[in-house]
């Protein structure tokens, strides 16, 4: 399944909050003892989820979003995806330079972290009776059946058509041919946005690498693929086009995956030894050299702002 219509995936200054009730503290307590009760402030707490997220995915890459758990990417992916509430949402995403309108909406397909499937079910039965509820009353039953058939031969599916998806009780199929079933899902309706919510979760390096492979096949279609991926090998990383690495709600990357080292150590930062970028980024995102980063991003502020006014002074053609 090619895609017909693509997509190019804007994002700018993507901010997100949330608002929480807090336990009345001891103070709040000592205030009601004296008559006066606890106010608004006291109880309630505004939480920063994303703070001026911005990025780009284009047709025919794969944009990854790195960061350890709590980071923001669900989140994220939530917003871009339109699956956030509008109440404490800020920022702007645009799809063709354009507010996402139903149409695109409809050509956006989204893979959550847990596969919702019925586990007594064989693959070729979820996808063939998917078809027939998710797609067009103006398609026959037969040609239903060919885009879900279709969609299992796209997604290598072909050898377990016949198992179980089963669970826990029950033995059925992989842990990532479910993965690719659950994306095989969201296929039948021939996305020209796919959006994958930690799609390797719970696989093996080998599992997770053919997943990747089989979503770099799907952008060399045409589609816009944006995942998010918790820790991923370095055969895994070099399959990305684009990374936006996140940390606490911020970012702290955004660019090509395959020039994230040489802009770190081009700022005076590199690992002491060789390792996988993936967890070159991961150990920034945790904090383990935030210190020795923020020291040396206000020392480039501070040279910058100098070099500028001495260039001011020096040039006598400058307005003053």
Request: negative net charge; proline residues 3%; glycine residues 2%.
């Given at each position: 399944m090619s895609s017909s219509y693509p997509i190019t995936l804007k994002f700018m200054d993507v901010g997100y909050r949330v608002k929480f009730e807090n336990?009345?503290?001891?103070?709040?307590n000592i205030k009601k003892i004296f008559g006066h009760g606890p106010t608004i402030s006291d109880q309630i707490q505004e939480r920063t989820v994303l703070n001026g997220i911005t990025g780009m995915a284009s047709p025919g890459e794969i944009l990854a979003i790195l960061g350890p758990s709590g980071s923001g990417k669900s989140t994220l992916l939530n917003a871009l995806a339109g699956r956030t509430l509008a109440n404490g949402f800020t920022g702007t995403v645009l799809t063709n330079n354009r507010k996402p309108a139903k149409q695109i909406m409809k050509r956006t397909g989204f893979v959550s972290q847990d596969d919702i499937l019925y586990p007594h079910l064989t693959v070729r039965e979820t996808l063939v009776f998917c078809s027939l509820l998710r797609l067009?009353?103006?398609?026959?039953?037969?040609?239903?059946?060919?885009?879900a058939?279709?969609?299992?031969?796209?997604l290598g599916l072909t050898k377990c058509?016949?198992?179980?998806?089963?669970?826990g009780f029950t033995r059925g199929i992989s842990g990532g041919e479910r993965k690719r079933v659950s994306i095989a899902h969201e296929?039948?309706?021939?996305p020209s946005l796919l959006i994958l919510d930690e799609p390797t979760s719970g696989l093996d390096a080998t599992a997770a690498y053919r997943l990747v492979l089989t979503l770099g096949s799907l952008a060399q279609k045409g589609k816009t693929i944006v995942t998010s991926m918790h820790q991923p090998s370095s055969r895994v990383y070099q399959m990305?086009?684009?990374?936006?690495?996140?940390?606490e709600g911020a970012c702290l990357y955004f660019g090509k995956g395959s020039q994230a080292m040489a802009y770190f150590?081009?700022?005076?930062?590199?690992?002491s030894f060789p390792m996988n970028p993936a967890d070159f980024l991961l150990d920034l995102a945790n904090g383990a050299y935030a210190l020795i980063f923020?020291?040396?991003?206000?020392?480039?502020?501070?040279?910058?702002?100098?070099?500028?006014?001495?260039?001011?002074?020096?040039n006598p053609f400058m307005s003053r």
């Open positions: 336990k009345i503290n001891r103070e709040s067009p009353k103006s398609l026959s039953k037969q040609e239903k059946t060919l885009v058939e279709s969609a299992i031969s796209e058509e016949n198992t179980i998806i089963g669970n296929m039948l309706i021939n990305f086009d684009s990374v936006l690495v996140l940390s150590e081009s700022v005076g930062y590199s690992p923020c020291l040396i991003c206000a020392l480039i502020s501070l040279f910058s702002d100098s070099v500028e006014l001495t260039s001011h002074d020096q």
